[in-house]
């Protein structure tokens, strides 16, 4: 069973900086990719990075030039991923949410991933 555990949210002014980490367990196998995901009430979860097995690397159009991913997956199960996050905006506020392995090419579907996170809050004010 796929277990995630985000850390890493806060609360910052518009223009600053946070990191956020996903550390997966409970599994032997590489996941061909992790992502970030984000919903804010009254939205529906969004697509936000991934990052694939092999180093590819993609983005939402919102975050482009301003979040970067980055990430380890290992063959014995250690899977972990990062966002750094900068230039934050109020719109970025939101719950975050890691996600792990892949069915299907479209990452920034939600219903191709196995396995999410409880989400760890990003608020960030202006």
């Known amino acids: 069973q796929i277990q995630l555990v985000e850390s890493g949210g806060g609360s910052v002014q518009a223009g600053g900086s946070l990191r956020l980490s996903c550390t997966a367990s409970?599994?032997?196998?590489?996941?061909?990719?992790m992502a970030w995901f984000r919903q804010a009430p009254g939205n529906q979860r969004e697509g936000v990075e991934a990052?694939?097995?092999?180093?590819?690397?993609?983005?939402?159009d919102s975050v482009k030039g301003r979040f970067t991913i980055s990430g380890t997956l290992g063959a014995n199960g250690e899977n972990t991923v990062w966002l750094q996050m900068n230039s934050l905006k109020p719109e970025d506020t939101a719950m975050y949410y890691c996600?792990?392995?892949?069915?299907?090419?479209?990452?920034?579907?939600?219903?191709?991933?196995?396995?999410w996170g409880q989400g760890t809050q990003v608020t960030v004010s202006s």
């Open positions: 409970g599994v032997t196998f590489r996941y061909n990719a």
């Open positions: 990052f694939y097995n092999g180093g590819d690397t993609f983005y939402g």
């Open positions: 996600a792990a392995h892949l069915h299907g090419s479209t990452w920034y579907s939600s219903d191709l991933w196995s396995g």
